[in-house]
């Protein structure tokens, strides 16, 4: 239930008016919203879910963002370093969701996931090579397509006689593979492709 002592104003790009809008304790909500981010990025469990709760009691419409903004955060600034964080912000608002919206229980999925974020292991590392190829691309640069792009999935590599045993050992080459995986089928694979591929020769 949204407080007595706030001040939900409408408008804005976003149907609300964040910088007009005053939160239950009589704090801007805009700085309620950065604040609640700033404390999360900072492991400020308590803090964090203070923020919370001024965002919460203003009812369903400031909380449905409150959700979005802890997605994005998930990604934004947990990212590469948890990126298991997205799947559990989202399976709490799903149980979020199910419950009846004057179920008192409804603190706790966010508290779990404020929590959670506030421990979560981050770093901002997503946010910041994105930014670098934004700009990048933003004052001209461009790159050619690589060799091993060019494979049987385009005329340009069929043209040029590639075709599975290329795709084998070059299109389907994997940095960083995991460990342990039998390459027994895709031996099997190889082995039919150049047995295919010498026949047509």
């Not at 007595?4 to 909500?29: A, E, F, M, T, Y």
């Not at 963002?65 to 990604?75: A, P, Y």
């Not at 792009?149 to 005329?155: C, E, Q, S």
């Amino acid at each position: 239930m949204t407080s007595s002592k706030s001040s939900l104003i409408r408008g804005g790009k976003w149907g609300i008016d964040w910088q007009k809008s005053v939160s239950p304790n009589d704090h801007p909500l805009a700085q309620v919203r950065s604040a609640l981010i700033k404390e999360l990025r900072r492991g400020k469990e308590e803090e964090a879910l203070y923020w919370m709760l001024e965002m919460f009691e203003m009812g369903a419409e400031v909380t449905e963002e409150m959700w979005i903004d802890l997605g994005v955060f998930t990604h934004e600034d947990a990212g590469l370093a948890d990126p298991q964080a997205t799947g559990i912000v989202m399976a709490a608002k799903e149980l979020y969701e199910l419950l009846p919206r004057d179920d008192r229980r409804r603190h706790l999925t966010l508290a779990q996931v404020v929590c959670y974020l506030a421990r979560a292991k981050k770093t901002r590392y997503v946010s910041e090579i994105l930014g670098h190829v934004l700009h990048a691309r933003s004052i001209g640069m461009t790159r050619p397509v690589p060799d091993y792009a060019i494979d049987l999935h385009t005329k340009e590599g069929r043209a040029m006689g590639r075709g599975l045993v290329h795709y084998l050992t070059e299109g389907s080459k994997l940095e960083n593979d995991s460990d342990g995986f039998d390459v027994h089928y895709w031996r099997a694979a190889f082995e039919r492709a150049k047995k295919k591929e010498g026949e047509k020769k």
